[in-house]
């Protein structure tokens, strides 16, 4: 998924985005385009930023916002279409 994408799906700014690639918390691909780099995130990257980003928006730090989303992200192993967040 390209950045802007990600921008657009999660209605994140942009420098909030690349803060998280920063600080190593995404790592998205680089794919050379002449002299630029565009990067490709992942779904698993997705995930990171979206609920990243959602603890980011209640007020969490960034290395607070990091560990609770991996820790839902944890939690919520097998999360799919049918599934409610995996929890019964």
Same mark, same amino acid.
């Given at each position: 998924?390209?950045?802007?994408?990600? +921008?657009? =799906? @999660?209605?994140?700014?942009?420098?909030? &985005?690349?803060?998280?690639?920063?600080?190593?918390?995404?790592?998205?691909?680089?794919?050379?385009?002449?002299?630029?780099?565009?990067?490709?995130?992942?779904?698993?990257? +997705?995930? =990171? @930023?979206?609920?990243?980003?959602?603890? &980011?928006?209640?007020?969490?730090?960034?290395?607070?916002?990091?560990?609770?989303?991996?820790?839902?992200?944890?939690?919520?192993?097998?999360?799919?279409?049918?599934?409610?967040?995996?929890?019964?």
């Amino acid at each position: 998924m390209k950045t802007s994408e990600v +921008l657009h =799906k @999660i209605d994140i700014p942009r420098h909030k &985005l690349y803060y998280l690639e920063q600080k190593g918390y995404v790592t998205p691909r680089r794919i050379p385009m002449g002299d630029l780099e565009a990067r490709e995130y992942s779904q698993q990257d +997705l995930l =990171k @930023i979206k609920f990243i980003w959602k603890y &980011l928006s209640k007020g969490f730090k960034h290395k607070v916002a990091y560990e609770m989303a991996m820790e839902e992200l944890n939690a919520g192993v097998g999360w799919g279409p049918g599934n409610a967040g995996g929890r019964n």
